[in-house]
């Protein structure tokens, strides 16, 4: 089984709004991402979190921040959101995050900042 | 800058075809290779990833990867209108914790 879950999947926000996306994951892997994509445009990595702490952030505005409850979840609290930020946001997951481990996507939240 | 290139496309091919998506990279030391494949609208779907050089087969799809050359490429076999969508190459570089370096997708566009 290689399901990511995301919920919700869509979200309207306005700009003083703050929300949140989830999502989760049941195989056992200890690497999550935060990725985000525009239309037409490859994913961008957000955060990454290798066995529940913070590894990577790739310089994003803190409006977005991140947290890692436990192994299987992730979360992504949203606040003071741009209209620029509309945009899918993806999780992912592999087993670890070391070179030869895929990466497995959710569904994605599809966001829309009004 | 950690690269990796791609086709944008469209790329059309007749159903019944081969249909092949090509990708280059820039870093010798990348290690880990990946083809995703995005539907419109949807996340992107793992459906191959190769390591070493040579060919790998799975199903109607094969990743080829000659690292000299750094490139990489997948062959659909077979083509079907629902394998019309974006396909992604994305490569893993070297060092402990690489990141995916996504390519901009290839449009592929299979006509009945």
């Known amino acids: 089984d290689t399901e990511v879950t995301q919920t919700p999947k869509h979200l309207v926000m306005g700009m003083t709004n703050k929300k949140s996306l989830k999502c989760e994951q049941h195989m056992g892997h200890r690497a999550m991402y935060w990725y985000k994509q525009k239309a037409k445009k490859p994913p961008e990595l957000m955060f990454v979190y290798s066995y529940e702490k913070l590894s990577i952030n790739e310089s994003v505005p803190s409006r977005f921040s991140p947290e890692c409850p436990n192994s299987s979840l992730l979360n992504l609290h949203l606040h003071a959101l741009q209209p620029e930020d509309s945009a899918l946001y993806l999780c992912?997951?592999?087993?670890?995050?070391?070179?030869?481990?895929?990466?497995?996507f959710g569904p994605g939240t599809r966001l829309t900042v009004t | 800058q950690k690269e990796v290139e791609q086709n944008s496309g469209p790329l059309s091919v007749p159903e019944g075809a081969i249909a092949s998506l090509n990708c280059t990279y820039s870093d010798r030391v990348s290690q880990s290779f990946f083809w995703y494949r995005q539907y419109s609208g949807k996340s992107p779907e793992l459906i191959m990833s190769i390591y070493s050089n040579g060919d790998k087969e799975d199903g109607r799809f094969t990743a080829q990867l000659n690292k000299a050359s750094q490139y990489v490429s997948l062959l659909i076999r077979d083509s079907q209108p629902s394998d019309s969508a974006t396909y992604l190459c994305?490569?893993?570089?070297?060092?402990?914790?690489?990141?995916?370096?996504f390519g901009k997708g290839t449009k592929l566009s299979v006509k009945p």
């Open positions: 994305a490569v893993r570089y070297g060092g402990s914790q690489g990141n995916l370096i």
């Open positions: 992912a997951s592999s087993q670890e995050h070391r070179l030869s481990y895929e990466q497995y």
